[in-house]
């Protein structure tokens, strides 16, 4: 809060105190021009809320007059409000006084000038006037202005008087720095970067820190880091000295300037993204006197404080440096195996290591030198890949040291059989990282190369898979050279035993079957008692199979080998299994002749493999191979009869059986002779239905009988029943034949039926007559539905159109409803018919005979034009056969009558409803009966107001405090008057008239005598006011020179002095 004094004809007294709600301001500084004007400033910070007195307490009682301005400001600086005092003073019509400022400021100034009369002062350029005051001889004026470093406040005044100027600047409380997060990245550092130069703060936060604060300062206030892998470090010094970050949060956070700079040092060994969390911090120093390099509470933040409210996390890459893997452990010289024997290659001895694999694969690779293979077992989190002289083991560091420890994991076996002898092979060991996640290896790293011993064995026996073939139902004789028996030490055959069985055919020794494991000496094997025998009529390359080994006498064979059997077919001759014969129906087509009626016995043959041949043909029809006829000689196969590609045809004879002769052959590879068989087919007798003949479409007139001829009916199994004939718009009519006769229905009906002979029957349609219904226009069809002893029917249909005739219409429209303006009269249609039925009606009124524009409904409202009318009405439409009927015209009503029709519209009142003023009577009325000249008559409070009958009216005094009306007012064109009143405008507002001074001219008096001002003297001085209502006025006299006084003060309050010399 901010309080300006201004005094006028200052005589060196001064303010003693200024209080706000009973709290003292502070006085900012004072500024004198002698005894004449005086300005004095006082402030108050965070003064109450609400409002309450300033109470201004002088010294003295010399000052003539003064002007009090009080103004409050917000969100100000609390701790200094106001800078520097800033004052001058002059005699000239221009004031000022220089302020220093800054551009985010306020300048308050505030000027005091002394002159009995009132001063005017025009503020100067960019100067806000917030008062300007007279009092007595106190003139003053105060302004605002945004300010800068330094900020000229002027003022200019209507006259050259004495004055004094002040001002001082407001200055803002702190605004928090505005934090937008864009989560910035450092620059990135590998882990061996252990002395990087760092980035500067301001490049972290690059352009994410607002502040509306001018000269706000750029910093940080580092709250949490995350450094699992290193530390963050800071430079004061633009990285000549680094110190640690620490331990921070949010009541501990590291200061740090737009100038110093953040650096993460890596602990070499690891790839890393550490994080800062930061808030914005604007090094404001009236709260927070905290610097740079320091530690401080932000938990609280935002507001007026120092910090934003929003964070912000930076982060670093730390990109890994690969290190090459190692072998802790050792590696062995050699390695011993047995010859022909997969043995354990045991590298448990070895340890790899690696500082920076992790969880990564390493490739471990181990290759012979002389064609020695390698093999590997399955192991968790260890792929087995390359080949089986340079096998690769991948894995991760701990699951490639596990799959190491068990030694059976990796067997050696050399690809050269009965090869032995010390160094006979080497295995060489490298290493691959893959690179990892870091910069750099991913090359192989030899951890040494091991020989390997081979231990020499005893070599078993070995044999051949072999294949042996015999003829259909034939056995075969086994001989010892059949199972390729080979020793390398030169041993010979002693046995073989049958390791797998044979499965479709039988292995016997001596005619027992073998069994599994079964030794089978070389001696019977040489004897012709070892036999394989052949199912019956089975065949077939890779027939059948067993197993075997063999033994030298002393080892069977590592390894089991395969005898397979062929058995080469031997043809068999075809027989016929199935012959069924068929059934079909009379005239029957595309029966066909299947598989379970005629099928094949040969049981090395189908198909298209067995061939029919047609020996004697059928007589009553036709046999077809794929639609077309085959005959004596002609041919068809099995797979035909499977494939459903046989069929016979009936010729439609009362025949009732038929039949074909044929030979079977299956190409006769064994000179077979053929089978043969007849193939019987029993035919079924079916009825005929019968067939009508009918003529062509018939027509007729309305109203005419047709006579129909040319129907007739015909039936093959001359077993015709009825005749049924039937219309659906007519009756039917005709004249019996013979023992022809009606069985249903009857002459002139709609439907008959006629029983009797064929040719009786055929006599009685020959007089067929139609008539069509009484005025039936349109279509008709005649249907004609013959049905023979067993049911069989046919139907067919006769179309007849019936010709229109035009039928007049019946009767005429009448019209319901009153004759009076107003009333709805209704056409009424009900006595209108038509026998060639009605159509959607159209109507026309009619006015005295006339045509009614646009009254083309079925209703029709009567209107001020039909007063004193007849109104008739006519209708038209078009009949259900397409003639055009009408107009009929109903008669004429009675003459309509008169019903007045009340005006619509408004009348409102547009004005000010104050005294003084002019309301005007506005009307929007209309009139369906015609409206006449509209006149005005004004009320007060519903009252009619004498005179008062123009359009518009002006309030005087003694309409205030009532509610106006307007009555519009006129005589229709029927004759009727009419009156709308508007809605009331009020309470009329009063409209104070100042008082009136009537006082005398001016007055000579006599030194030291005093001059009297009276009625009796003609010098009154008197004041008029036509409100006066007895309320209480004041008057204000005053004498610079002299002293007033007053006969009697009766009646009378003082706002200053008491009348007694001093009025």
């Known amino acids: 809060m901010l309080v300006g004094i201004s005094f006028g004809g200052n005589q060196g007294n001064s303010v003693s105190s200024v209080t706000y709600n009973g709290t003292n301001l502070t006085l900012v500084d004072a500024q004198n021009n002698g005894s004449t004007s005086r300005v004095e400033i006082w402030s108050l910070v965070a003064p109450d809320t609400g409002t309450h007195n300033v109470v201004v307490t002088v010294n003295g009682t010399s000052h003539k007059a003064a002007n009090i301005a009080v103004m409050t400001f917000t969100d100000v600086n609390q701790v200094t409000p106001v800078g520097a005092f800033s004052s001058a003073t002059g005699g000239s019509t221009t004031a000022s006084t220089t302020v220093t400022s800054a551009v985010d400021e306020v300048v308050f100034g505030v000027v005091a000038s002394t002159k009995s009369s009132d001063v005017s002062f025009t503020p100067g350029s960019g100067q806000t006037e917030k008062w300007d005051l007279f009092e007595g001889i106190a003139n003053s004026s105060g302004t605002i202005e945004a300010g800068a470093a330094s900020v000229v406040t002027s003022w200019t005044m209507s006259d050259a008087v004495d004055w004094a100027a002040a001002g001082v600047s407001i200055k803002p409380a702190n605004n928090a720095p505005v934090l937008t997060p864009e989560t910035p990245s450092l620059t990135a550092v590998t882990?061996?970067?252990?002395?990087?130069?760092?980035?500067?703060?301001?490049?972290?936060?690059?352009?994410?820190?607002?502040?509306?604060?001018?000269?706000?300062?750029?910093?940080?206030a580092i709250t949490a880091t995350t450094n699992s892998n290193g530390t963050w470090e800071y430079s004061q010094d633009n990285g000549t000295t680094w110190g640690a970050v620490g331990t921070v949060s949010e009541t501990s956070a590291l200061l740090l300037d737009a100038a110093d700079k953040l650096r993460f040092v890596p602990d070499g060994l690891n790839a890393d993204s550490a994080t800062i969390t930061y808030r914005a911090w604007d090094q404001y120093t009236d709260t927070d006197t905290d610097t740079a390099g320091t530690k401080v509470d932000v938990s609280t933040n935002g507001g007026g404080t120092a910090f934003s409210t929003a964070t912000d996390t930076a982060s670093i890459t730390?990109?890994?440096?690969?290190?090459?893997?190692?072998?802790?452990?050792?590696?062995?010289?050699?390695?011993?195996?047995?010859?022909?024997?997969?043995?354990?290659?045991?590298?448990?001895?070895?340890?790899?290591?690696?500082?920076?694999?992790?969880?990564?694969?390493?490739?471990?690779?181990?290759?012979?030198?002389?064609?020695?293979?390698?093999?590997?077992?399955?192991?968790?989190?260890?792929?087995?890949?390359?080949?089986?002289?340079?096998?690769?083991?991948?894995?991760?560091?701990?699951?490639l040291n596990t799959y190491l420890n068990t030694a059976s994991n990796i067997t050696y076996l050399h690809g050269t059989a009965n090869l032995n002898g010390n160094d006979a092979d080497t295995i060489a060991v490298k290493i691959n990282d893959n690179g990892n996640t870091g910069a750099g290896g991913g090359g192989d790293v030899a951890l040494g190369t091991m020989n390997v011993d081979i231990s020499a064995v005893n070599d078993a026996p070995t044999a051949a898979t072999?294949?042996?073939?015999?003829?259909?139902?034939?056995?075969?004789?086994?001989?010892?050279?059949?199972?390729?028996?080979?020793?390398?030490?030169?041993?010979?055959?002693?046995?073989?035993?049958?390791?797998?069985?044979e499965t479709v055919g039988a292995l016997q020794l001596l005619g027992v079957d073998v069994t599994l494991n079964q030794a089978i000496s070389k001696g019977d094997i040489d004897a012709g008692n070892l036999k394989f025998v052949p199912a019956a009529d089975a065949n077939g390359a890779g027939y059948d199979s067993f197993g075997f080994s063999v033994n030298d006498g002393s080892a069977d064979s590592a390894s089991s080998y395969t005898m397979t059997v062929d058995v080469t077919a031997v043809n068999d001759s075809p027989v016929v299994n199935t012959n069924t014969g068929m059934t079909v129906s009379e005239g029957g087509t595309g029966s066909v002749i299947t598989t379970a009626m005629l099928n094949e016995g040969d049981v090395d043959d189908a198909g298209t493999g067995l061939t029919y041949t047609v020996t004697t043909g059928v007589v009553n029809g036709t046999l077809k191979l794929s639609g077309a006829a085959i005959g004596l000689n002609d041919t068809f196969t099995q797979d035909d009869i499977d494939n459903n590609r046989v069929t016979y045809d009936h010729d439609g004879s009362q025949t009732n059986s038929d039949s074909f002769a044929f030979s079977l052959a299956d190409d006769g590879e064994d000179g077979a002779t053929a089978a043969t068989g007849t193939f019987t087919i029993t035919v079924t007798n079916v009825n005929d239905a019968p067939v009508n003949t009918v003529p062509g479409a018939q027509s007729v007139d309305e109203d005419t009988a047709l006579a129909i001829g040319g129907i007739a009916v015909a039936d093959a199994d001359d077993n015709l029943s009825t005749v049924q004939l039937s219309v659906n718009n007519g009756?039917?009519?005709?004249?019996?034949?013979?023992?022809?006769?009606?069985?249903?229905?009857?002459?002139?009906?709609?439907?008959?039926?006629?029983?009797?002979?064929?040719?009786?029957?055929?006599?009685?349609?020959?007089?067929?007559?139609?008539?069509?219904?009484?005025?039936?226009?349109?279509?008709?069809?005649?249907?004609?539905?013959?049905?023979?002893?067993?049911?069989?029917?046919?139907?067919?249909?006769?179309?007849?159109?019936?010709?229109?005739?035009?039928?007049?219409?019946?009767?005429?429209?009448?019209?319901?409803?009153?004759?009076?303006?107003?009333?709805?009269?209704?056409?009424?249609?009900?006595?209108?018919?038509?026998?060639?039925?009605?159509?959607?009606?159209?109507?026309?009124?009619?006015?005295?005979?006339?045509?009614?524009?646009?009254?083309?409904?079925?209703?029709?409202?009567?209107?001020?034009?039909?007063?004193?009318?007849?109104?008739?009405?006519?209708?038209?439409?078009?009949?259900?056969?397409?003639?055009?009927?009408?107009?009929?015209?109903?008669?004429?009503?009675?003459?309509?009558?008169?019903?007045n029709?009340?005006?619509?519209?408004?009348?409102?009142?547009?004005?000010?409803?104050?005294?003084?003023?002019?309301?005007?009577?506005?009307?929007?009325?209309?009139?369906?009966?015609?409206?006449?000249?509209?006149?005005?008559?004004?009320?007060q409070d519903g009252v009619d107001i004498a005179g008062a009958t123009s359009s518009t009216?002006?309030?005087?005094?003694?309409?205030?405090?009532?509610?106006?009306?307007?009555?519009?007012?006129?005589?229709?064109?029927?004759?009727?008057?009419?009156?709308?009143?508007?809605?009331?405008?009020?309470?009329?507002?009063?409209?104070?008239?100042?008082?009136?001074?009537?006082?005398?001219?001016?007055?000579?008096?006599?030194?030291?005598?005093?001059?009297?001002?009276?009625?009796?003297?003609?010098?009154?001085?008197?004041?008029?006011?036509?409100?006066?209502?007895?309320?209480?006025?004041?008057?204000?006299?005053?004498?610079?020179?002299?002293?007033?006084?007053?006969?009697?003060?009766?009646?009378?309050?003082?706002?200053?002095?008491?009348?007694?010399?001093?009025?």
């Open 901 to 939: 029709d009340a005006p619509t519209g408004s009348a409102t009142i547009t004005g000010t409803p104050t005294e003084d003023q002019t309301l005007t009577a506005v009307n929007t009325l209309a009139d369906a009966d015609g409206i006449g000249a509209v006149s005005y008559q004004w009320q």
């Open 191 to 220: 882990e061996d970067e252990l002395s990087s130069a760092g980035d500067l703060i301001s490049s972290i936060v690059g352009t994410s820190i607002t502040d509306v604060d001018a000269g706000a300062v750029e910093g940080i």
């Open 953 to 1063: 009216y002006t309030l005087g005094d003694t309409d205030v405090g009532a509610t106006m009306t307007v009555v519009a007012g006129y005589t229709d064109g029927q004759g009727t008057p009419e009156s709308v009143a508007s809605a009331g405008v009020g309470p009329i507002a009063n409209i104070n008239d100042a008082p009136v001074i009537t006082s005398p001219a001016s007055q000579q008096l006599k030194q030291d005598t005093p001059l009297l001002f009276s009625s009796s003297s003609g010098n009154a001085i008197l004041i008029s006011d036509v409100d006066d209502t007895g309320a209480q006025f004041r008057i204000d006299l005053l004498s610079y020179e002299g002293t007033l006084s007053l006969a009697t003060n009766q009646g009378l309050t003082f706002l200053a002095g008491d009348g007694q010399q001093d009025a």
């Open 731 to 899: 009756t039917l009519n005709i004249t019996l034949s013979g023992a022809a006769s009606i069985s249903a229905g009857a002459n002139g009906s709609a439907a008959l039926t006629l029983s009797g002979s064929l040719a009786d029957i055929n006599a009685t349609l020959a007089s067929l007559s139609y008539q069509g219904n009484a005025d039936f226009n349109g279509s008709d069809t005649l249907t004609v539905l013959s049905t023979d002893s067993n049911s069989a029917t046919d139907a067919d249909t006769v179309a007849i159109t019936v010709n229109a005739v035009n039928d007049a219409p019946v009767g005429l429209p009448t019209i319901t409803g009153t004759a009076q303006e107003d009333q709805t009269l209704t056409a009424d249609t009900l006595g209108i018919s038509d026998a060639d039925g009605l159509g959607p009606f159209s109507y026309q009124w009619l006015r005295d005979g006339a045509v009614i524009g646009g009254a083309t409904a079925s209703t029709y409202t009567l209107g001020d034009a039909d007063v004193g009318a007849h109104i008739s009405v006519q209708l038209s439409y078009t009949d259900a056969q397409g003639t055009a009927e009408g107009p009929l015209t109903s008669a004429q009503t009675a003459m309509v009558t008169n019903v």
């Open 466 to 501: 072999n294949t042996v073939t015999t003829n259909e139902d034939t056995a075969y004789t086994f001989t010892a050279a059949d199972f390729s028996f080979s020793d390398i030490y030169g041993d010979t055959l002693d046995s073989v035993k049958i390791t797998m069985l």
């Open 318 to 399: 730390v990109t890994a440096v690969n290190d090459d893997p190692s072998n802790t452990g050792t590696l062995p010289t050699d390695i011993t195996v047995t010859e022909d024997v997969s043995s354990n290659v045991d590298l448990s001895v070895i340890n790899l290591v690696d500082v920076d694999a992790g969880a990564s694969s390493l490739i471990l690779t181990l290759t012979t030198s002389t064609g020695g293979t390698l093999s590997a077992a399955a192991g968790a989190g260890t792929t087995i890949g390359g080949s089986s002289t340079a096998l690769t083991l991948t894995g991760s560091l701990a699951n």
